[in-house]
């Protein structure tokens, strides 16, 4: 009897373990899946916070979308930037938006038409008279009222976009991905408006330039915003060589016009030759820079004098950026 017992002590010992392991390996399949779910959920938030359609990625081959998955699911600091931009680019595009729509109210010529928004005082007036009314009535139906011509104070269709970010050793961790997260929603405003945009990234003097430019139209252009968010060249400060780079750029037939955008962090010196025919350039091609200084206590003497706008940030914050985007 005692063996009895025994035997099925252990047989009933052998039954738990095996459903023991089946349930951790339940829970281990479960566990894989949902973290599966959760780095795929992760890209195409990343990949959505960057304005890139999610029905553009079914169209490139398959070997790339996993290769971007990848690339994408396995850094950090994407993650972060894209948690970061996803803020940015609502913030960005609505006050656009805002911008455009209620621009329009300058007042420049008179004429004839059924707008009661803007149709003038004095016809109004005649709504109180009662021979007069049937008059306005009239009017109205003919669209012969007197009214306001409207245009707007704000162009929505501005030029194209340089922006210069400083890519020191300085501005590695927040500063890094703020002044990225504002470029790339310079880059979905002039995608929206359908205005070419350059980013140049800058470091010291002998540090080479990396400059990325979207064409004025251009579709596809995933690789180009991840290129943006991944560079970090770690190096010094140097001013002169973006900006001249920039004013390059901006002699090219599509950047004509153009605004400059310039992000740093830090105090560079340039000389008296260079700023006066940097300024000279500058005149002549028409063009404005809105200088950013990212946590600067006091202001940049050295960039007060090539630019016509500088903002001091010292939050790092979406509404900081907001700001900044409006007077692009």
Not at 27 to 43: I, N, P
Not at 88 to 117: C, P, W
């Amino acid at each position: 009897m005692a063996i009895d017992v025994q035997s099925q002590y252990f047989h009933n010992c052998k039954d738990l373990s095996s459903v023991t392991t089946e349930n951790i390996r339940t829970r281990q399949v479960r566990r894989s899946g949902q973290d599966a779910l959760q780095d795929v959920k992760e890209t195409s938030e990343l990949i959505e916070a960057w304005g890139t359609e999610p029905e553009q990625l079914t169209q490139l081959p398959a070997e790339q979308r996993l290769e971007l998955a990848q690339k994408l699911a396995g850094k950090d600091k994407l993650k972060k930037l894209a948690r970061m931009l996803g803020r940015f680019r609502l913030m960005a595009i609505h006050s656009q938006k805002s911008t455009i729509n209620h621009g329009l109210d300058e007042v420049y010529d008179m004429e004839t038409g059924s707008d009661l928004e803007k149709v003038l005082p004095s016809e109004l007036v005649n709504l109180c008279h009662p021979v007069l009314k049937k008059q306005f009535q009239r009017k109205l139906t003919e669209g012969q009222l007197l009214q306001y011509n409207l245009r707007g104070r704000e162009n929505a269709g501005k030029g194209p976009i340089v922006c210069c970010v400083d890519s020191s050793g300085s501005m590695e961790g927040d500063r890094e991905l703020w002044a990225k997260a504002v470029a790339l929603a310079l880059l979905e405003i002039a995608q929206m408006q359908k205005r070419a945009f350059a980013v140049i990234f800058f470091g010291a003097e002998d540090d080479p330039l990396e400059i990325i430019e979207v064409h004025k139209g251009e579709q596809n252009i995933l690789d180009k915003v991840i290129q943006i968010a991944e560079y970090f060249l770690n190096g010094g400060t140097d001013f002169e060589t973006p900006l001249n780079a920039a004013i390059e750029l901006i002699e090219k037939t599509e950047f004509r016009k153009a605004d400059i955008v310039f992000v740093t962090d830090g105090y560079c010196g340039v000389s008296d030759e260079w700023l006066e025919d940097f300024l000279g350039r500058k005149a002549e091609k028409d063009v404005r820079v809105h200088s950013v200084l990212v946590e600067m206590v006091q202001s940049n003497e050295t960039v007060d004098s090539f630019s016509d706008q500088v903002s001091t940030v010292m939050d790092l914050t979406v509404d900081s950026a907001v700001e900044i985007i409006q007077g692009v």
